[in-house]
């Protein structure tokens, strides 16, 4: 439990760096409780190069839109946790084309 967002490639070797991706993996943040200090994930895409983006600022969700052609993750971030009224914004947006290993920025 993480309390944050990431999007991440899984290769099939992680220990080789030229190894396929065989799949991508989207995490989401929290919205009932605060997340960890922002120096928890600092370091993690540097040391990770399949860890293509993390936030641990925010709370919010990511909405996902799927089709045959693919998927569509908007990692949208909430204004104000406290208010159940509060508006929310896209962060960062990712897409997988079907049949095509990998994420992309949208």
Same mark, same amino acid.
């Given at each position: 439990?993480?309390?944050?967002?990431?999007?991440?490639?899984?290769?099939?070797?992680?220990?080789? &760096?030229?190894?396929?991706?065989?799949?991508?993996?989207?995490?989401?943040?929290?919205?009932?409780?605060?997340?960890?200090?922002?120096?928890?994930?600092?370091?993690?895409? %540097?040391?990770?190069?399949?860890? %293509?983006?993390?936030?641990?600022?925010?709370?919010?969700?990511? &909405?996902?839109?799927?089709?045959?052609?693919?998927?569509?993750?908007?990692? &949208?971030?909430?204004?104000?946790? %406290?208010?159940?009224?509060?508006?929310?914004?896209?962060?960062? &947006?990712?897409?997988?084309?079907?049949? %095509?290993?990998?994420?992309?920025?949208?």
């Amino acid at each position: 439990d993480v309390h944050s967002f990431w999007a991440c490639d899984v290769k099939a070797d992680f220990g080789d &760096r030229a190894a396929p991706i065989v799949a991508s993996e989207f995490v989401t943040t929290c919205l009932a409780s605060h997340n960890a200090p922002a120096t928890l994930f600092a370091e993690a895409r %540097r040391w990770n190069d399949h860890v %293509r983006y993390t936030d641990n600022s925010h709370a919010g969700y990511v &909405r996902l839109e799927l089709s045959a052609a693919g998927l569509t993750a908007d990692m &949208r971030a909430v204004d104000d946790m %406290r208010d159940p009224e509060s508006a929310a914004h896209s962060l960062m &947006r990712f897409a997988l084309e079907a049949g %095509r290993p990998g994420l992309a920025v949208a």
